[in-house]
């Protein structure tokens, strides 16, 4: 048999620029949002909250240890939430943290509970952020999984899900944020359009 060739199905390709992943163009001002995504999400909802699924230590992907400075996936703090506009679920996030972090690099991290983090990030002026990075995640890469999973969704879909990820700086500290834009996200518009 041979050996399979491509990228893995459990590896995102990271690209630099969205029109390097080719998304429907909807999904272009959805990726591309240089301000709060959170405050967007709220513009586009008449009730907006965060649902965490789970925070806790857990080893982080292969495609995320180099972007926080580890040399081989090892073990971070992993925070998981469904951000839902009118109770539906818009956007999965992801966020991973090295062990090596201290309470003063993240201060408020460890008891977000159902507050968005993007409002914390965006409300601290110690917080350097990152240049915006895009990808197609297929249905083998363990965000998909887990964003289906999340979603009540047992059998896999072909179809892709677009996702952006952020580096964030605060003292020594290094934060990543993954966002996978679901579907529905598509479907919203701005509350004052309704």
Same mark, same amino acid.
């Given at each position: ?54 925070? %806790?230590? /857990?080893?982080? #992907? !292969? ?8 040399? =081989? ?5 992993? +925070? ?67 964003? %289906?999973? /999340?979603?009540? #969704? !047992? ?8 996702? =952006? ?5 605060? +003292? ?23």
């Amino acid at each position: 048999m041979s050996a399979r060739r491509g990228p893995s199905l459990r590896q995102a390709q990271w690209q630099p620029h969205v029109l390097a992943v080719n998304p429907p163009p909807a999904y272009v001002p959805w990726l591309t949002e240089g301000g709060s995504l959170t405050a967007r999400l709220k513009a586009h909802s008449a009730a907006f909250r965060v649902q965490c699924l789970h925070q %806790r230590t /857990a080893r982080c #992907l !292969s495609d995320e240890a180099a972007a926080i400075g580890m040399h =081989r996936p090892g073990r971070v703090w992993e +925070r998981e939430v469904l951000l839902r506009c009118d109770n539906t679920p818009a956007v999965f996030g992801h966020t991973v943290v090295p062990i090596s972090a201290t309470a003063s690099d993240w201060p408020l991290f460890s008891h977000l509970g159902e507050r968005s983090l993007g409002t914390t990030l965006f409300g601290d002026p110690l917080v350097w952020r990152g240049q915006l990075e895009f990808a197609r995640l297929r249905e083998g890469h363990p965000l998909a999984q887990r964003a %289906r999973a /999340a979603l009540g #969704l !047992s059998a896999p879909e072909t179809q892709l899900l677009y996702a =952006r990820r952020c580096l964030y700086k605060r +003292r020594q500290g290094t934060l990543l944020v993954t966002e996978v834009f679901l579907p529905s996200v598509l479907e919203l518009i701005k509350t004052n359009d309704k």
